[in-house]
């Protein structure tokens, strides 16, 4: 069993930043892609960001992409969301995940297992 546990979310202002923190336990963590999703009230979970097994690879949603930073430390079992530039727009509860390969996609069905999310404000 696989058991993910985010952390770091809370109340910031626009042009603000945060990072986000996944701890992981119960798989090897080395092995696998980890993604990054959102999920706004109202709306369906959408994809952010992905980092490979190595952390070699990333991928983000165009909505993010060069503000977001994903990152990996495979000897503390952590990934992590550097969010710079907020906009009230990225107001979600945000949701890591693990994927069932080494290479993540923007697809939630690729991944297997989510943690409970954290709550991400960003006030204008």
């Known amino acids: 069993q696989v058991q993910l546990v985010e952390s770091g979310g809370g109340l910031v202002q626009a042009g603000g930043s945060l990072r986000l923190s996944c701890a992981a336990s119960?798989?090897?963590?080395?092995?696998?892609?980890m993604g990054w999703f959102r999920q706004a009230p109202g709306k369906e979970r959408e994809f952010v960001a992905t980092?490979?097994?190595?952390?070699?690879?990333?991928y983000y949603a165009n909505s993010v992409e060069g503000r977001f930073t994903v990152s990996r430390d495979n000897t503390k079992n952590t990934v992590y969301l550097q969010m710079s530039s907020l906009k009230p727009e990225d107001t979600a509860i945000y949701y890591c995940?693990?994927?069932?390969?080494?290479?993540?996609?923007?697809?939630?069905?690729?991944?297997?297992?989510w943690g409970q999310g954290t709550q991400v404000t960003v006030s204008s």
């Open positions: 995940a693990t994927a069932s390969s080494q290479y993540g996609t923007s697809w939630y069905r690729h991944y297997n297992y």
């Open positions: 119960g798989r090897t963590f080395s092995s696998y892609a």
């Open positions: 980092i490979n097994w190595s952390g070699e690879h990333t």
